[in-house]
Structures are given as C-alpha cells and as structure tokens.
C-alpha cells in the first residue's frame, strides 16, 4: 500500500517502494527545502504530474554515470573540439529549468510545474542546486540541472534547442566533477540517450549504500565555477 506522508512523517524506507510502477514510495508532504535534501541523501526523488499530490520514487535498479565511466563519441569530441560555443556554470538557472519544462514533441505537457521551479530555485540560491548552460551566439541554447550533496550529483533533466547543446552541457558537467572528486551522478531512470553517455544500471540497494558515505563527503557548496580547459 502506498503510504501517505503528512508535512512531519519521515519516509518509509525505499524497500517499500512498489514495483509497479517501478519504484513509487510514497505521496503527500511538500517540496520544502528540508524534505527534498532528506530525500535525495536517501535516493529518493519526486516526480509528479500537474494535479497530482507530490509523488516521491526510488527505482530499481538506477540509472548512474560514474565520472570516470563517461563515453565520448568521436563526433562529440569534435563538436567539443570546435568551441563555437561558450559552457556556463549557475548564471541562469531558472531559464534552464523553465526550457526543461518546455513539453517534448511527444508529451502533453509537463512534470516541472512552477512549484517545482520554486523549490528548486530556492535550494539554487543556497548553493545545493546548479545548472550547466551551453551558450551559442549569445544565447542559452542548452543545459541541465540537478542537485549535488556531498559528492554525489542528482540530475534531473536536460534541455537542448540546437544539436548537441545539451550533450556540450553534460560532458562539462562531467569532467567538472571529477575534478571536484564527485563519486556518481544519478540519472534515475535508464534512457537509450544516458546509456550512450556511460550511464549504466545498478541495484537500488547499492546506490543507496554508496550515497550513505557520499553525501557526507566534501562537495562543492556555492556557485559553481567551471576550468576552462574540460573541451580537451
């Protein structure tokens, strides 16, 4: 039975989560800046549909990318090679979350609803949230955000309006963290397009057990800075 969390009811533990549909846990509760740091330390993550309760998932398995793991096609590197472009760290966060939330050709609408972006944006401004943007001409042509804790990375979506914007972004990122010492970055559920990438499928009890020390590792806290030679 899927349990229903009131503003004070801890989670239930991830075991719990249904398998069908994969890994839902629990409802209720609210976006607070509290709720979704303690959900995230421990592997969980809302997505929900507009009109919905908050709906709070823990798949298994779980879609990771470990740095060192990251694959560059041949045709990446020489997109990344040619530096027509200009990759940004946290100088527009919200326009990234709201080009995220532009429905794709195949959906109705969309799941980051302006509460969401709310409640990311608050956890932005207090240095746990950030975005990598791909700058083309002068303009946000793609990006990414997510949540880091610790040493560990939680994307959440990615957005692109000219080819390869967002991949620039995702490399970046990538290359980025491992310099910081970041231990996984959780893509939650697999796509054909984070499998390319590097992103491999593990079971949610190991994801989980690495968070347990990663979280409480060093990260980075603030805005976020990128080295200018990760293109190489």
Same mark, same amino acid.
Do not use: C
């Given at each position: 039975m899927l349990q229903w969390l009131n503003p004070d009811d801890p989670f239930p533990s991830v075991e719990r989560a249904l398998h069908e549909p994969n890994g839902l846990l629990a409802a209720g509760a609210d976006l607070s800046v509290s709720r979704l740091i303690d959900a995230y330390s421990r592997g969980i993550f809302p997505w929900f549909n507009?009109?919905?309760?908050?709906?709070?998932?823990?798949?298994?398995?779980r879609m990771v990318l470990f740095p060192r793991e990251l694959k560059v096609s041949r045709s990446l590197r020489k997109v990344l090679?040619?530096?027509?472009?200009?990759?940004?760290?946290?100088t527009s966060f919200e326009a990234v979350m709201q080009g995220c939330a532009q429905p794709r050709p195949s959906q109705d609408g969309t799941w980051i609803s302006a509460d969401m972006i709310a409640a990311y944006c608050t956890l932005h401004r207090m240095?746990?949230?950030?975005?990598?943007?791909?700058?083309?001409?002068?303009? $946000? +042509?793609?990006?990414?955000?997510?949540?880091a804790i610790g040493g560990a990375f939680f994307g959440e979506s990615?957005?692109?309006?000219?080819?390869?914007?967002?991949?620039?972004a995702f490399v970046h990122l990538v290359r980025q963290i491992e310099r910081w010492e970041f231990g996984v970055i959780d893509c939650q559920m697999r796509?054909?397009? $984070? +499998?390319?990438?590097?992103?491999?499928?593990?079971?949610?009890a190991d994801f989980v057990s690495k968070l347990g020390y990663l979280v409480n590792c060093g990260g980075v806290i603030g805005e976020w800075k990128l080295d200018h030679d990760l293109a190489r």
């Open positions: 507009s009109g919905q309760p908050v709906l709070w998932w823990s798949p298994d398995p090679r040619n530096r027509e472009y200009e990759v940004r760290a946290d240095g746990i949230a950030h975005s990598v943007e791909t700058w083309i001409d002068g303009e $946000l +042509a793609g990006g990414l955000y997510g949540i990615m957005f692109t309006r000219i080819a390869d914007a967002s991949k620039i796509t054909h397009h $984070l +499998a390319s990438l590097g992103g491999r499928e593990i079971s949610r």
